[in-house]
């Protein structure tokens, strides 16, 4: 079965720089989430999108923004990074045509950030 | 705010021993909860979820959760566990439609360490 894409898999930046997440939701998904999961620490959930409109936020800085496409992938774009954006992100999503109800979110592997 | 407690930050415990695994959420509103496990450099793979209905859940590879509304807690558990069940497990709570979202809020996590 079609799971969750996340690219790129690692990035490396420098301070200051720039970087873009991409999500892929399943098939028929509607609904994508965003999550940082700092080292050793539980995911933190940023920002999510129902119909390609922002849902919910959470504690996501000003620094980063998101948007939802009209193929229903996501992309998190992050700027001004500092070190302590070093973190795992991870991308869910969920819908109701997956068998399982909207509530149920389904992960991707995440993008693994690093910030020298 | 809805909040969870994960009591255990590592559990070790002999191969084909049973292994129990707490968590605990707090919350004045109807939950949905879930358990994620995490293997390393993985992402988030849903073990199981209660909604409503039989408080006794089944989830993949052999384990399974009871959700107590009484003692607020969603346990989870297996009889009999093996070396590939080293990884990181993760309780969380959703507390739709009081969110806006199904965000999910997660715990510490638990650290379950299979021995030969």
């Known amino acids: 079965a079609a799971g969750v894409i996340q690219s790129p898999r690692h990035l490396i930046k420098e301070k200051r720089e720039t970087a873009t997440l991409k999500c892929y939701p399943i098939p028929r998904h509607d609904t994508v989430y965003w999550y940082q999961q700092g080292p050793g620490q539980d995911p933190q959930f940023l920002i999510s999108f129902y119909e390609k409109m922002q849902s919910d936020k959470g504690s996501i800085p000003d620094r980063f923004s998101a948007q939802q496409f009209s193929d229903y992938h996501s992309e998190l774009n992050m700027s001004s990074l500092e070190l302590g954006d070093s973190a795992l992100y991870f991308c869910?999503?969920?819908?109701?045509?997956?068998?399982?109800?909207?509530?149920?979110?389904?992960f991707g592997p995440g993008t693994r950030l690093l910030v020298l | 705010a809805q909040s969870v407690t994960q009591l255990d930050s590592q559990v070790p415990v002999f191969e084909e021993a049973p292994v129990e695994l707490r968590c605990n959420y707090s919350?004045?509103?109807?939950?949905?909860l879930f358990w994620y496990v995490q293997y390393p450099n993985q992402g988030l793979q849903l073990l199981l979820k209660y909604l409503s209905g039989s408080t006794l859940v089944k989830g993949i590879n052999g384990f399974e959760a009871e959700f107590n509304k009484s003692q607020t807690s969603f346990h989870l558990r297996k009889p009999s566990v093996h070396i590939s069940d080293t990884a990181e497990y993760f309780c969380a709570v959703s507390t739709w439609p009081m969110d806006s979202s199904y965000k999910l809020i997660f715990g510490s996590g638990t650290r379950l360490l299979v021995r030969p």
């Open positions: 869910a999503s969920s819908g109701t045509f997956s068998g399982q109800g909207e509530e149920t979110q389904y």
């Open positions: 919350s004045s509103v109807s939950v949905y």
